[in-house]
């Protein structure tokens, strides 16, 4: 263990979010310390951001219904308010005057708003179908280059520094050194979960550190079984890539393996159905007729979206036969529990993006709102948690001896623990196999922490956080007997081979 440093705020991860509220930070005069694993922009989820980044435009009120109609009702109508009021002036402040990201234009009328699934009219600023990259590179850029912020790439948070339920830093891992670093305030923006399933739009690592160490911590974290899974990820080959839905905003149709579009059959707004109802019906089409395909001959998919024919002809992909499609992990609408500042239910605690839950998404998030949520909720988190005291406590003891796992220790723990996420908690669920799932995961999380009682490494501490998240949404999915949005429970599931209900017209 080295000594310590110490900061004004220290913010975990580089997404939007984690950005954005070491900018709000360093803007009210702190020094900020930004600390990621990734090493390449390319690490963080929001890098991955196809659709793009939705406002409010003049119609805040019809923003905010369609959040909550895509929630079922379930989303917070207050945090939605923070959400549609700060979206254009956040977007203005941030991305256009600040970092001029040039999102897509039309000519004369301004802007390409662009629509994806409930929302009901044009709303989304995009750049192509790569608008996270657009956005987060020029904010990394910029903040590289700035004074009072640090970013400390390839750096891990293993542990929180806590006394009395106030948070004072977090124990860093760097290149297999452990660092106390001591801040006023600690922001937490480590994204989402995609690790914990065998199928993801999540870049690696993903494995939900910051919600297990706040939970660890005694921090509220709720509305873990809301696990929202993309419907259109191309399976062609071994690494997946989501194709996004502003595709089927455009008019492209889902089609099973008779060549047959299905959607019409369960929604009434077919492919632009709400995304768990599009999830669910293609994996009941894969199911019953081996394939599902995203037919894009309705578009000029190659004059729309130039990036994702580039990704298809990357992967070997034909698109002109139509893109076999099949859902995956995209994004944990719960998590952390935080206010309209960000704050969590510890002192001093701070989480945003992905991995805090601020009641906006409810038991389901309506596309594209997730950028602007990191956007807004980074900004006044930051805002909020500058001019902090930092105190030196004493901070958690990690073990240093015995640094070695066995070989594949890590392996294969995670390969047990994502099958057992996707057998058993994934897009739909039954109460049997909830139980079952509890059963494996606190199993496996025993064999974790026993290795770290005696040894501290990040790939151990992924595990460790990945086992603690993992647990805690299978709990979480068993407490709550009402299907609604993400969480969806069928009965009798496991006994008849897997087999989902008949679909509802109004599913
Ligand atoms: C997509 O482009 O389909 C993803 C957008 C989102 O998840 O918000």
Partial sequence: MTDHTETDVLVVGSGIAGLASALAAAREGADVTVATKATRPEGASSWWAQGGIAIARDDPEQFKADILEASSDTADPDAVDVLVENANEAVEDVLLETLDVEFD??????????????????????????????????????????????????????????????????????????????????????????????????????????????????????????????????VANDSPFLVSE????????????????????????????????????????????????????????????????????????DYEDGIPVAPAEHFLCGGIDVDEHGRASL???????????????????????????????????????????????????????????????????FHRLRRVMDEYVGLERDPDDLGRAMAVLRRLKGEVDAYTRTRTSRSLYELRAASVTALLIARQAAENEESVGCHHLVEEASADGGQAPEPRADD
């Avoid at 669910?280 to 998919?301: I, M, Q, W």
């Fill in 347 to 413: 002192d001093r605690l701070y989480a945003v993006g992905e991995c805090a839950r601020t009641g906006v998404h409810g038991a389901n998030r309506l596309a594209s709102t997730s950028l602007l949520e990191g956007l807004v909720w980074g900004l006044r988190a930051g805002e909020d948690a500058a001019g902090k005291d930092v105190d030196v406590i004493e901070a958690p003891e990690l073990l240093e001896r015995d640094p070695e796992l066995p070989e594949r220790f890590a392996e294969e723990k």
């Fill in 246 to 317: 502003a595709v089927r905003g455009e008019g492209a149709v889902l089609r099973n393996g008779d060549g047959e579009r299905f959607m019409p059959d369960y929604h009434e707004d077919a492919e632009l159905a709400p995304r768990d109802v599009v999830a669910r019906a293609v994996k009941t089409e894969r199911d019953a007729t081996g394939e599902v395909t995203l037919d894009v001959s309705p578009l000029d998919f190659a004059g729309e979206f130039p990036d994702l024919v580039e990704k298809c002809e990357d992967h070997g992909v």
């Fill in 105 to 234: 234009t039309n000519g004369q009328s301004g802007f390409d708003f662009g629509r994806e699934a409930a929302h009901s009219s044009n709303r989304i600023l995009h750049v192509d179908a790569s608008t996270g990259k657009h956005i987060h590179v020029p904010f990394l850029n910029y903040l590289d280059s700035h004074d009072d912020v640090t970013i400390r790439d390839d750096t891990a948070a293993l542990e929180l520094i806590r006394h009395e339920g106030r948070v004072h830093g977090a124990v860093l891992e760097s290149d297999g050194d452990f660092e106390p670093t001591y801040a006023g305030a600690v922001v937490l923006a480590t994204g989402g979960i995609g690790d914990l399933y065998p199928r993801t739009t999540n870049p690696a690592g993903s494995t939900g550190d910051g919600i297990a160490m706040a939970a660890l911590a005694g921090a509220d974290v709720t509305d873990m079984e809301y696990v929202q899974f993309h419907p259109t990820v191309c």
